[in-house]
């Protein structure tokens, strides 16, 4: 269950009224990179690890939780950008001479409000809402959540890099110091989030490939030049790769080599230490494993989510399995 904290984790601010920065800040709201699309996916991601790898339901359930901090002191923030609107708009008897003469007596304010977002008028009153600065409503799409940590994790990686660069950006569009300096905390929780869960997926071994399968070694190292023109060549494409530590074998000519193989089937294994039958057998080993780990912690019926205290206290003495421990690596 959720308490909620009626004082946001970091003091928000704003010096003065800003709908047009306003605007710009649902990006991190109800957009895409932002703060609820964090929050969602952490916690969609947390239940497969509720059993068998309780430390990683932990870390996510807390980095869900402070992600629901940051999108209440985003909408904290964009509220207070908008401050007056929702006055104005309750000034219900001024809005009724829409049909007389004072049809555009509403200040200038208010008039921004609306030009940068017409839902700040029409809809949400002068607070935030669920969309993206184009007025893009938020998506369950947006999440990302495989049932795998080693592929969950670098998901997580990769959207705490999107949300810390849209906060670089939104940074060069506002000069208040106080909105400055809420945005600033938001960046760097970012990059805080992003090294746990480089040290998260780091105590997973092992974690690559992404997944159980262990990858087909004729194809794991081959770079196919499919341009034009000069070649650029750098680590990803020459000497050994970063992740199997195989050689990396240049193709020039992609087309030849498909023509030459019988569209690759012909092919085998070069500049690898892997073979077809080592693959095959670290491919069972770690099934085996990983659907172990799970199923050990998986009972198949009777489940219950989780044990209440008043039942810990009379099991105390007894194997009552504590939380926030790793299961057993094998
Ligand atoms: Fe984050």
Not at 13 to 18: A, N
Not at 94 to 114: L, M, P, R, W, Y
Not at 237 to 250: H, K, Q, V
Not at 306 to 330: F, I
């Amino acid at each position: 269950m959720f308490y909620h904290s009626k004082e946001l984790q970091f003091k928000a601010r704003v010096s003065k009224p800003d709908p047009r920065f306003a605007r710009l800040l649902l990006e991190q709201f109800g957009g895409g990179n932002g703060e609820l699309k964090a929050a969602m996916q952490y916690f969609v991601q947390a239940f497969a690890c509720h059993n068998p790898y309780p430390d990683k339901y932990d870390l996510l359930m807390d980095i869900a939780t402070e992600e629901l901090g940051h999108l209440e002191i985003v909408g904290a923030t964009i509220q207070m950008l908008l401050a007056g609107v929702n006055g104005n708009l309750k000034d219900a008897a001024e809005q009724n001479d829409v049909f007389g003469e004072k049809t555009f007596s509403k200040d200038d304010f208010i008039h921004t409000a609306f030009s940068v977002n017409p839902q700040f008028g029409t809809v949400t009153g002068g607070g935030p809402c669920l969309t993206d600065s184009n007025g893009a409503p938020w998506q369950g799409s947006y999440v990302n959540a495989n049932g795998d940590l080693t592929v969950d994790l670098r998901s997580n990686i990769a959207a705490e890099s999107r949300a810390k660069i849209v906060y670089e950006y939104l940074m060069q569009f506002t000069d208040d110091k106080d909105v400055l300096a809420t945005l600033n905390f938001l960046l760097t929780r970012e990059v805080a989030h992003f090294q746990q869960f480089e040290a998260a997926l780091d105590t997973i071994r092992p974690n690559f490939p992404p997944g159980v399968l262990q990858s087909d070694p004729r194809y794991s190292n081959i770079y196919s030049n499919h341009s034009m023109g000069d070649e650029a060549r750098g680590p990803w494409n020459e000497g050994r790769s970063p992740g199997l530590d195989e050689e990396w074998l240049y193709v020039e000519d992609p087309g030849r080599q498909v023509a030459e193989t019988d569209g690759l089937t012909q092919l085998r294994p070069q500049g690898t230490s892997r073979t077809e039958a080592s693959v095959r057998s670290a491919d069972r080993k770690l099934s085996k494993e990983r659907s172990r780990e799970i199923r050990r912690a998986t009972p198949e019926s009777n489940l219950e989510w989780c044990e209440y205290s008043a039942e810990r206290e009379k099991k105390k003495g007894g194997a009552s399995r504590t939380r926030r421990q790793p299961v057993e690596q094998m």
